[in-house]
Structures are given as structure tokens and as C-alpha cells.
């Protein structure tokens, strides 16, 4: 056989494997991963001195923060969003939602921001320690772990959600 047949066997084989689905990669990502997105790397987020803290920006606005958090022996993911009532009023005093040992819940922050915050951008994920994160166009972007999900659409969360502790 020549060198041009050999280099054809080769790519063929090459070809095969991938349509077969017999080629691996040591690449890992979040049992979540959706094909094509972007897997960031999240030292890039870690916080300065933070012990375990990542934070990030969802939008363009120093206020759609999110954060990866140690709580006690494991972990909580929170983003402020507006939130609404649980009574489809309208108003709520919450500001945040966050999936921790108790599932996903509402909750409240002092309105917290953090200038060193980075973006993650539209198409990005951030994973740590089982939290997947994914941001999205247009302030949006969703979190899960295995105790929850929640999805914040244009700045505002959207319930029910996977996983409710609360409404």
C-alpha cells in the first residue's frame, strides 16, 4: 500500500470512530453539559483569599451576582434576582434564590456586590463541585445541582423550580 492509501485507511478509521462514537476524550464536563457550550475554567471566579467562594456576573449589572459558597460540609450556589410572590402579587421581600442542603428557596441579601466580580458570558458554564451554572442572553441564566434547579429569565426568577424548599 502506498502512503496515499495508508493516509486514506487512516482517516477513514478516524472518521469511523467519531460517527460510532468510539473516540474518548479526556475532557470532562458536568453531566449536564449541553453539546457546544463553553466550560469555563473557575479559578477564573474564585474570589481572592474566599476559601472556596467563586462569584460572578450574569449580565452587564454589578447586581445580577452570583455565587458558589462553603456551607458548612458542602456547598450553596445563590443569584440575586428580582423575585416574585409566592401569591402572584407581585411583591416579595426576596432578592435572591439559592439551592443548598435544603433544596432550592428564595431568600435575602443585603443587596451584596462585589467589584471584582467577573462576567460569565452568554454561552459560558461554570462548574464546581456538582454546581453547574450556565448564563444565557439578556440577563438570564440557570443553575443546578443534584438537590435543584432555577432558572433566572431577564433578571427574575422563574418558579416553581426543581427541587423547592419553598414557593
Known amino acids: 500500500m502506498n502512503q496515499q492509501g495508508a493516509a486514506r485507511l487512516l482517516v477513514g478509521a478516524v472518521v469511523g470512530a467519531v460517527a460510532a462514537g468510539g473516540l474518548v476524550t479526556s475532557a470532562s464536563a458536568p453531566a449536564s453539559a449541553v453539546p457546544g457550550q463553553n466550560i469555563v475554567d473557575s479559578a477564573k471566579f ?10 460572578w456576573r450574569y449580565s452587564s449589572s454589578q447586581k445580577r451576582l452570583c455565587g458558589i459558597y462553603p456551607t458548612g460540609r ?5 443569584c440575586a434576582a428580582r423575585i416574585p410572590s409566592s401569591d402572584g ?8 434564590i439559592e439551592i443548598g442542603r435544603a433544596g432550592v428557596r428564595r ?20 462548574s464546581v463541585v456538582g454546581i453547574t451554572c450556565t448564563a444565557f442572553k439578556r440577563a438570564t441564566i440557570t443553575c443546578e445541582t443534584r438537590k435543584g434547579a432555577f432558572r433566572i429569565v431577564g433578571g427574575v426568577a422563574k418558579l416553581p423550580v426543581r427541587g423547592s424548599a419553598q414557593g
Do not use: C, M
Open 46 to 55: 474564585a474570589t481572592p483569599g474566599g476559601h472556596g467562594n467563586f462569584r
Open 107 to 126: 431568600t435575602a441579601t443585603d443587596g451584596e456586590t462585589y467589584s471584582g466580580a467577573k462576567r460569565l458570558w452568554p454561552g459560558q458554564t461554570i
Open 74 to 78: 458542602s456547598y450553596t450556589v445563590r
Open 89 to 96: 402579587s407581585g411583591r416579595s421581600d426576596y432578592n435572591a
